[in-house]
């Protein structure tokens, strides 16, 4: 508890609609300086229209996350206009569904260079500015429901947002010690235009095994019409963040589908008392390696990273 917002800059990727500017708008309000960052120049324009008229400080730029390059130009911008960025949201993201046997590479290429890529770069851009800042901070990543299970349709999709899950939670480790905490958001629907995304689809990703259509886009768009509001989403992203909380998964209505998926793990276990001697060799092995570890790290980093 006791996370100071104001004064802070906070970056957003996909900040310019959906959760995106919602982190804006609540974080903006609670004093924070706000960078949203978007590939929609248009959508960028009024969403900074709308923030400054709330008397939010704020600055914003059309960036395409997939560019490591222009990733490094924002940053840069972002701490020139805005001061020291110690808030990131890792919030871009773009799904495109069917069938996955008809998916092409480029279809996992844009899906996973967006959602788990977008991350990457954000964290591989900013991270090491943030130790040297050394204020402290804080990192949230959005992941989805779907980074605990997948399907046909969903699968490359699913897929890009277990890796965010994955990377987001080594990163809590790696930086616990630097006083910036990390969180990953796991939204099930949301008031967003990622039913849209398809239309920011770069040419290079031309050859799609999925056709999409308006009525395709329709349906997604009445669906997450009902979704959550961004605004009340970022509401528990907040108190994550005061309360240093990894998962940030405000959805009732998936604690069945939760339960379901990690009791067929547990249920794939052998009983506890089973094969003790091998439990201890185990054991033993990795406690060897974890010292080893340590020691080698602290030689080669100056630091343990275990």
């Keep these: 508890m006791g996370f100071e917002f104001a004064g802070r800059t906070a970056f957003i990727t996909g900040g310019a609609s959906g959760a995106g500017f919602g982190q804006a708008q609540v974080f903006g309000r609670l004093g924070c300086k706000v960078c949203i960052a978007d590939i929609r120049g248009e959508a ?27 990733f490094a130009a924002a ?8 001061g020291p960025v110690t808030m990131l949201f890792g919030t ?30 954000l964290m591989q851009t900013f991270v090491p500015r943030r130790i040297g800042h050394g204020q402290g901070g804080c990192i949230v ?21 277990f890796a965010v899950h994955g990377i987001t939670m080594a990163m809590r480790d790696a930086l616990k010690g630097y006083g910036i905490g990390v969180s990953v958001v796991c939204p099930a629907n949301i008031k967003s235009n990622i039913a849209e995304s ?18 395709e886009i329709a349906a997604l768009h009445e669906i997450y019409s009902q979704g959550m509001e961004p605004e009340e989403l970022a509401g528990h992203v907040r108190q994550a963040i005061e309360e240093n909380r990894f998962y940030v998964i405000p959805y009732p209505e ?19 008392e089973h094969d003790r001697e091998g439990q201890e060799k185990r054991h033993k092995a990795m406690m060897r390696y974890i010292e080893a570890r340590k020691a080698m790290d602290t030689e080669r980093y100056g630091k343990s990273t275990r």
């Excluded at 960028?44 to 222009?70: F, N, P």
């Excluded at 429901?145 to 490359?156: C, K, M, W």
């Excluded at 799609?208 to 009525?215: I, K, L, T």
């Design 254 to 272: 998936a604690r069945p589908m939760l339960e379901s998926i990690f009791q067929q793990a547990l249920d794939a276990l052998p009983p506890s």
């Design 141 to 161: 990543n959005t992941a989805s429901l779907g980074a605990f299970f997948a399907n046909s349709g969903s699968g490359i999709y699913s897929a890009s947002k």
């Design 198 to 215: 398809i239309r920011t689809r770069p040419e290079r990703y031309g050859q799609s095994g999925y056709a999409v259509d308006e009525r």
């Design 44 to 70: 960028v324009a009024d969403a900074i229209g709308r923030l400054r008229g709330e008397g939010i400080e704020c600055h914003g730029m059309e960036l395409d996350v997939t560019d490591r390059e222009a």
């Design 92 to 121: 871009a993201g773009v799904s495109i569904f069917g069938p996955l046997e008809n998916a092409t590479y480029d279809d996992y290429d844009w899906i996973f260079d967006v959602n788990f890529g977008g991350v990457v770069n």
């Design 75 to 82: 940053a840069d911008e972002a701490e020139q206009v805005l």
